[in-house]
Structure formats: structure tokens, C-alpha cells
């Protein structure tokens, strides 16, 4: 028999996310892989065994120290993965929300030298030990509501040792948050204050800094702004390119504020993701299909804007492309909760409840890089697992903000008992 040091019954409802295509797209983004009065064992932070109670009993036996719990008829997902996060930053930008409801826009903000700029200033200012912690509790709180693997992008320093020490925080933050951590070089978040009318001269140092940053190992995917007053389509290409070619993953915020070709430019480089996508053109979906690109969609952030726009989960769908989850957390979207997002992609991107909780699990995870470790409860993968006080997985989405009971993280409980 297999020896479990955790095992986890009385399951009403076992989401494992584990049959269908890897990523979900079209009519199997809604396949939850259900498994009813269902069991998990873990050994050694690893699913060894899931499926109908009986069937799991008949085949583990629980090791002498190993913890058993009877969850009473809730339901278990896969913890949930976050595909988009600015976590790592210093400061806040509380202020800027009277001048958001009086019109101005994120560039408005920018050009006054508010939003992303002072972000980075008080990132540039902070001490490492104080932007660790603060990244440490923000994911301490992303546990609370089930997260379990979260992107993290760097981009708040735009120099390059600055880009370089923020990428060398997030081992760090990894250890002592107990979460799995991938992470994102995001040198060209924006031109830096330095450069300002020499675009063209931050690209070149992009341009050379990033065969460093693949080979040190620092960062698994390249990131870049696609947008009017940050960087163009061409620019943009020029940098990807030159990720691709260093072994970089790709990585784009697109057409998150007007159509600015980002979409179209994911599709034709390959790109792993396309994010935001609230202004993409419908004429861009095919082209993402096609790529196999994730859509990764991140709902609160227009609401956080007050900008009407909704994220447009349904079109997606219906086009085939397969469509992912984040927070977006940052000082512009200080958003912790996957819960609050899996709402708000019902709720305002139409996505089924069904389909939100595939977005923020295995296809987020293939979002990152990430699926062969998360997303997906099946023997052999990590146990990541958020438990929950309801019967039907689908209730989550629709219980707005519903808290888990409890988080595991390669089978050890990342939230307080």
C-alpha cells in the first residue's frame, strides 16, 4: 500500500482539472475533471492518490505521523495559480484614486510623474529586506484566498542593476512565503525618467542586457508594455525577438488601452501569453488561436480603473483561445484574492463559473510555464489544493470572495489552521 503523510476525505466534490487538452480552450475550458465523495493522498508533497474514497482507503495506508482530515462533504480545487503579478514594489498610490474618479487616465497619471513612475521611485528608495517582506505578506494574503503559484514580474527599478536586484529577491520571497514563484523580466514596464527622449537608447541597453538576464538564470519568461507613450509594436518586437533567441519565454501586456497591436504581435512571435487584451480588436482572436498564445485576462483591473471596459472572456472563449486568470496585483489594482477575480471574470467577463476556475488553475499555469508542476489535482503532480466550505466547486465563483478553509502548498498547509 502507498504510505500518506497527508490524507484528505469526505470530499463532496474533487476538481482536478486533470482530463482535456493542456491549455483548456473552447468548450473544454469548462471541464472540470469532476470527482464525487473523492479522496487526496499526499506523500512527500506530491498527489499519490486521487479519486472515489474508496478506491483511495483501499490503496493508502496513513504513516505514523501523517495527518488525516475529513473535510464533511466540501469540495477541493487545485490551488489556484495567479498568471499575472507586480508584486514586488514599495509605496502605494492611494492618492491617485480622487483623480482616477475625476477623469484622468493611467497615461495622465504617468505624464504627471504619478502611477507607474512613482512606484518606481519608492521601489528604487526601499531596501531589499523591506521589499522582501512586504512581498511576503502580500503573498501570505494570496494564500488566504487559495493561490498557491504566482507570476511576478520586476519593472519597477528601469535600471539595469535595479531590474537585476528585483530579480534576485524572488528566491527569497519563494522561501519565505512557501508558494511556487515564476519569475518575469519586465525591463521595459516603461522608459525610465533617465531616458526620457531617448526611447531609442533604453531599447539598445534592453537590447543587451537581456542574453545576461536569460543566462543568469534570473527569469524564465521576457515581459514588455505594448502600449501608445511606452513602447511600440516595433521596439517591441525587436526586444522579444531577442528573448526568444536568448531562451526567454514571451510575454506581452497588450492592447490594454487602445488597439495597439500587441495582440497581433503575441500571435505572430508565439508568445506563451497576451495580456489585459480590453482593447484587442476581435480580428486578433483568430491569430491567438491559432498560436496557441494565452489569453491572460485580469478583471479587476478595469473595474480598479473605473474605466467600463469589461474583459472580454466570452469572445475568447467562443474563439478558441484559451483564457487564463490574474490579479494584476500592483499599486494601480491592489488586488490579493483569486476569489475576488474568479467574480469578477463571471460576473463582468462572462466566463462560466465552470470555465473561471479552469482560467485561474491549469490554464494559468500553462500561462506561466508552470503546467507541469500546477493546476491539475492527479498522482504525480504537486499538492497544491485549496479546500472549500461548499459542495460544488462552482459555488466559489459565485460566493463572491468566499475565503478557503484551507491551502496547501506542495503538501504542506500554507495558511493559519
Avoid at 537590447?207 to 515581459?223: K, Q, V
Amino acid at each position: 500500500m502507498i504510505r500518506a503523510d497527508l490524507l484528505v476525505t469526505g470530499i463532496g466534490e474533487l476538481a482536478t482539472l486533470a482530463r482535456g487538452p493542456l491549455p483548456r480552450r473552447g468548450a473544454a475550458q469548462g471541464d472540470l475533471g469532476l470527482v464525487f465523495d473523492a479522496a487526496v493522498a499526499v506523500a512527500g508533497g506530491v498527489v499519490v492518490a486521487a479519486g472515489p474514497e474508496r478506491e483511495v482507503r483501499r490503496a493508502v495506508t496513513l504513516a505514523a505521523r501523517g495527518v488525516h482530515r475529513s473535510i464533511d462533504g466540501g469540495c477541493v480545487v487545485p490551488g489556484f495559480v495567479d498568471a499575472h503579478t507586480h508584486l514586488l514594489f514599495a509605496g502605494d498610490r492611494h492618492g491617485e484614486v480622487e483623480a482616477k474618479l475625476r477623469g484622468a487616465s493611467y497615461g495622465d497619471i504617468a505624464r504627471r510623474g504619478g502611477g507607474l513612475f512613482a512606484t518606481v521611485r519608492a521601489t528604487r528608495r526601499a531596501a531589499a529586506a523591506e521589499l522582501v517582506d512586504r512581498a511576503v505578506d502580500r503573498l501570505r494574503r494570496m494564500a488566504l484566498a487559495g493561490t498557491t503559484t504566482a507570476e511576478v514580474k520586476s519593472g519597477y527599478a528601469l535600471t539595469v542593476p535595479g531590474e537585476r536586484r528585483l530579480l534576485d529577491l524572488i528566491p527569497e520571497v519563494a522561501r519565505q512565503s512557501g508558494l511556487r514563484l515564476v519569475p518575469t523580466y519586465l525591463g521595459a514596464h516603461a522608459v525610465p525618467p533617465e531616458y526620457d527622449g531617448r526611447a531609442d537608447a533604453w531599447v539598445r541597453t534592453l537590447l543587451s542586457e537581456i542574453p545576461r538576464i536569460a543566462a543568469s538564470g534570473r527569469a524564465r519568461f521576457c515581459d514588455i508594455f505594448v502600449e501608445p507613450g511606452f513602447f511600440s509594436a516595433g521596439p517591441a518586437r525587436r526586444i522579444l525577438t531577442a528573448a526568444r533567441s536568448a531562451g526567454l519565454g514571451l510575454k506581452l501586456h497588450a492592447d490594454e488601452f487602445s488597439a495597439s497591436g500587441g495582440a497581433e504581435l503575441a500571435a505572430r512571435l508565439g508568445a506563451r501569453s497576451a495580456d489585459h487584451l480590453l482593447r484587442a480588436p476581435r480580428s486578433s482572436y483568430a491569430g491567438l488561436a491559432r498560436a496557441g498564445t494565452v489569453a491572460v485576462l485580469l478583471p479587476v483591473t478595469p473595474f480598479a480603473s473605473l474605466s467600463g471596459t469589461a474583459s472580454p472572456g466570452r469572445e475568447l472563449v467562443r474563439a478558441g483561445v484559451p483564457v487564463a486568470l490574474g490579479t494584476d496585483l500592483s499599486p494601480n489594482s491592489w488586488v490579493e484574492s483569486m476569489t475576488i477575480v474568479l467574480a469578477h471574470a463571471v460576473y463582468a467577463a462572462r466566463l462560466s463559473p465552470a470555465e473561471a476556475l479552469a482560467a485561474a488553475t491549469v490554464n494559468a499555469a500553462c500561462a506561466i510555464g508552470a503546467e507541469g508542476e500546477a493546476g491539475q489535482i492527479r498522482p504525480g503532480r504537486s499538492a497544491d489544493l485549496a479546500i472549500f466550505p461548499v459542495r460544488h466547486a462552482v459555488e466559489i465563483p459565485y460566493r463572491i470572495g468566499l475565503p478557503p478553509t484551507a491551502v496547501y502548498c506542495r503538501g504542506r498547509q500554507v495558511t493559519p489552521t
